[in-house]
Nanobody, 127 residues
Framework: QVRLVESGGGSEQVGGSLRLSCAAS????????MGWFRQAPGKEREVLAA???????TYADSVKGRFTISKDDSKNTLYLEMSSLKPEDTAMYYC?????????????????????WGQGTQVTVSS
């Protein structure tokens, strides 16, 4: 059974940092395409970053230079390091997994059909 569990969210001040984790189980984590998304109230879910099985990463323009996606295959864990936080980063953050071809594992791809999502972790940034 595929399971994705996010953690690490919380409240932070503008300019601060947070590290989110996504613990994965039930599938071959090291061979998968993993991504981070967020959804703010009243807005659509937004892709933030994606990482291929070989570690190649892509980022949305909104977070490029501030957020870093990484993974530890030995721990089956995905990470999102967030820095220079802004109030507009306030949202529920989700990780997702699928097994698309590596060339399609980018932030430009369509993830609406992804079957596997975590339950989310809330990030709130205040000034």
């Amino acid at each position: 059974q595929v399971r994705l569990v996010e953690s690490g969210g919380g409240s932070e001040q503008v300019g601060g940092s947070l590290r989110l984790s996504c613990a994965a189980s039930g599938f071959s984590f090291r061979l998968s395409c993993m991504g981070w998304f967020r959804q703010a109230p009243g807005k659509e879910r937004e892709v933030l970053a994606a990482i291929r099985s070989d570690g190649t990463r892509t980022y949305a323009d909104s977070v490029k230079g501030r957020f870093t996606i990484s993974k530890d295959d030995s721990k089956n864990t995905l990470y999102l390091e967030m820095s220079s936080l802004k109030p507009e980063d306030t949202a529920m953050y989700y990780c997702t997994a699928d097994f698309r071809a590596p060339r399609d594992c980018t932030v430009a791809a369509d993830y609406r059909g992804n079957k596997y999502w975590g339950q989310g972790t809330q990030v709130t940034v205040s000034s």
